[in-house]
Every structure is written in C-alpha cells, then in structure tokens.
Nanobody, 121 residues
C-alpha cells in the first residue's frame, strides 16, 4: 500500500509564503516524476509544478518565478516553496507521484489527500 501524506497548507496574507511537503511511504520500488497540482472551487485540477527523478523541473506559467519545487529521492519527499502568494493561489493543493510498487509492476499515479491553501487579500 502506497500513501502520500501532505502538510504545510494554511492561511496566509497576500505577499506571504508557505512551504508544502509531501512524503511517499509504503511498498515503493521506485518513484519517477513527482508534482503538485491544485484545484480551486469550480475549477479543474491543474498542474502547478513537477520534477523528474533527475531534478528537471516544469512550472505552470502562474507559478514561474514565485514557486520552487524540489525533492529528496532518499526521503521520497517533494516540497513546494510558494512565495509572493496571491489570492488567486487559493486552492486545495495535491501531491502526485508516479510510483512503481515492485519491480514486477507498472508505474501508477498516486495522489495525496490534499491540503488547503488560502491567501487573503
């Protein structure tokens, strides 16, 4: 059983910062890409940032220059440092990881439970 556990969400004023953390645990053979998505009320879930096992990053346009994704492969952990937060960043943020549970199995996408980020104006 694979689990992704997130932490670090909360309420912050515009211009403030938050750091989200997500750790994968359970039966894990390998982890490929990891990323953060978000879903605001009434909107579809969207990619915020992603990072490969080798450290190559990809950001949504709205996140470039403000957010930084990083990971520690030894700890199966990914972080999202969010600076200069805006009210438009308010959403539930979900951690995603593409994981192979055993060497015999295919990779599957796993999701965290979500953490609320609220930015007040």
């Amino acid at each position: 059983q694979v689990q992704l556990v997130e932490s670090g969400g909360g309420l912050v004023q515009a211009g403030g910062s938050l750091r989200l953390s997500c750790t994968a645990s359970g039966n894990i053979f390998s982890i490929n890409n990891m990323g953060w998505y978000r879903q605001a009320p009434g909107k579809q879930r969207e990619l915020v940032a992603a990072i490969t096992k080798g450290g190559i990053t990809n950001y949504a346009g709205s996140a470039k220059g403000r957010f930084t994704i990083s990971r520690d492969n030894a700890k199966n952990t990914v972080w999202l440092q969010m600076n200069s937060l805006e009210p438009e960043d308010t959403a539930v943020y979900y951690c995603n990881a593409r994981i192979r549970a055993t060497w015999l199995q295919n990779e599957y996408d796993y999701w965290g439970q979500g953490t609320q980020v609220t930015v007040s104006s």
